[in-house]
């Protein structure tokens, strides 16, 4: 295969927002359930600092079901961190007036990036409903978003096309859509192939797209839970990767192994392309994802 266009220039990012290898990471985690557990992930977020990620993300429950404890969260990360936090925004089962209200309260905050997405459909729906008085998609979304304050804000990719668009090029519409109402990058789905994500960058740049794509991995913390996971969000397992996981449970530190060794080569793969930006979808697991990313750096650290 051809190599892609250079992904993106990483000389154009502020030096402090870059790891020591020249890699610009950034990490995901779900907010905690209380107090407690928010307090234990805001300690092993200010863990991760060593290594100068760009930002910490926390996700946002469908219909905002987790609304309260990701404002919280990204509010205590601003405060009580050297971190950018970002927090994730979505359009599902909610007004515009409830929408912004909510970033409004995200910017007093301290918290000036959101990932701005549709958002699943709540409560076991099947079909997208946008909400009558609400924003219809995430491009919609970046608009009001942009309307209220100069936030960063991160999109959604698919490398494997979003389970709900009809074409690869329609789905790659959607994309262009919602970079041009003023997002920043976009952070793709995760994905184990590399090749697919390389040929997914062969299209985004064939279609006008040059803002930044950071590719999303997620280390296999649960083989299990990650293969639902890809199930439901349409994303291949490589069969080799499959065959290394599936099967009798091993040894827990084997497998922690296993799985760092796996999500290491994969970034690799895609470093010796020219990719240089990735997105940790941690679930939680800290010390997993420091771990690969300390071997992806040339100066160890202690976790």
Same mark, same amino acid.
């Given at each position: 295969?051809?190599?892609?266009?250079?992904?993106?220039?990483?000389?154009?990012?502020?030096?402090?927002?870059?790891?020591?290898?020249?890699?610009?990471?950034?990490?995901?985690?779900?907010?905690?359930?209380?107090?407690?557990?928010?307090?234990?992930?805001?300690?092993?977020?200010?863990?991760?600092?060593?290594?100068?990620?760009?930002?910490?993300?926390? @996700?946002?429950?469908?219909?905002?079901?987790?609304?309260?404890?990701?404002?919280?969260?990204?509010?205590?990360?601003?405060?009580? @961190?050297?971190?950018?936090?970002?927090?994730?925004?979505?359009?599902?089962?909610?007004?515009?007036?409830?929408?912004?209200?909510?970033?409004?309260?995200?910017?007093?905050?301290?918290?000036?990036?959101?990932?701005?997405?549709? +958002?699943?459909?709540?409560?076991?729906?099947?079909?997208?409903?946008?909400?009558?008085?609400?924003?219809?998609?995430?491009?919609?979304?970046?608009?009001?978003?942009?309307?209220?304050?100069?936030?960063?804000?991160?999109?959604?990719?698919?490398?494997?096309?979003?389970?709900?668009?009809?074409?690869?090029? #329609?789905?790659?519409?959607?994309?262009? /859509?919602?970079?041009?109402? +003023?997002?920043?990058?976009?952070?793709?789905?995760?994905?184990?192939?590399?090749?697919?994500?390389?040929?997914?960058?062969? /299209?985004?740049?064939?279609?006008?797209?040059?803002?930044?794509?950071?590719?999303?991995?997620?280390?296999? @913390?649960?083989? /299990?839970?990650? /293969?639902?996971?890809?199930?439901?969000?349409?994303?291949?397992?490589?069969?080799?990767?499959?065959?290394?996981?599936? +099967?009798?449970?091993?040894?827990?530190?084997?497998?922690?192994?296993?799985?760092?060794?796996?999500?290491?080569? #994969?970034?690799?793969?895609?470093?010796?392309?020219?990719?240089?930006?990735?997105?940790?979808?941690?679930?939680?697991?800290?010390?997993?994802?420091?771990?690969?990313?300390?071997?992806?750096?040339?100066?160890?650290?202690?976790?």
């Amino acid at each position: 295969m051809v190599p892609p266009a250079p992904l993106h220039d990483v000389s154009e990012d502020r030096a402090d927002d870059l790891g020591n290898d020249g890699l610009a990471i950034s990490f995901e985690f779900f907010p905690p359930r209380d107090k407690t557990a928010e307090d234990r992930l805001l300690q092993n977020i200010r863990n991760l600092e060593v290594l100068r990620p760009r930002f910490v993300s926390v @996700t946002y429950g469908a219909g905002g079901g987790t609304r309260k404890n990701t404002q919280a969260t990204a509010a205590r990360i601003a405060a009580e @961190t050297v971190i950018a936090p970002a927090a994730h925004l979505t359009c599902i089962d909610a007004s515009r007036v409830e929408v912004d209200a909510v970033a409004r309260d995200y910017w007093s905050s301290g918290v000036q990036h959101i990932v701005a997405v549709r +958002g699943d459909p709540p409560g076991g729906a099947t079909v997208y409903e946008p909400h009558h008085d609400g924003y219809a998609y995430a491009a919609d979304l970046v608009v009001g978003l942009k309307r209220i304050a100069d936030f960063e804000i991160s999109v959604a990719a698919y490398p494997e096309v979003h389970p709900e668009a009809s074409s690869a090029s #329609q789905d790659l519409t959607f994309l262009k /859509r919602k970079l041009d109402a +003023g997002a920043t990058r976009a952070i793709t789905q995760f994905f184990f192939d590399p090749e697919i994500f390389l040929r997914f960058i062969d /299209r985004v740049r064939a279609a006008g797209i040059n803002l930044p794509i950071v590719a999303g991995i997620m280390p296999i @913390t649960d083989f /299990r839970r990650v /293969r639902k996971f890809a199930r439901h969000c349409g994303v291949t397992i490589p069969t080799e990767l499959a065959a290394l996981f599936d +099967g009798p449970q091993r040894d827990p530190a084997a497998f922690r192994r296993l799985a760092i060794a796996a999500a290491v080569e #994969q970034c690799r793969e895609l470093c010796a392309q020219g990719q240089r930006e990735f997105h940790f979808y941690t679930l939680n697991d800290v010390r997993l994802a420091a771990a690969i990313c300390n071997l992806l750096d040339d100066s160890p650290h202690n976790y």
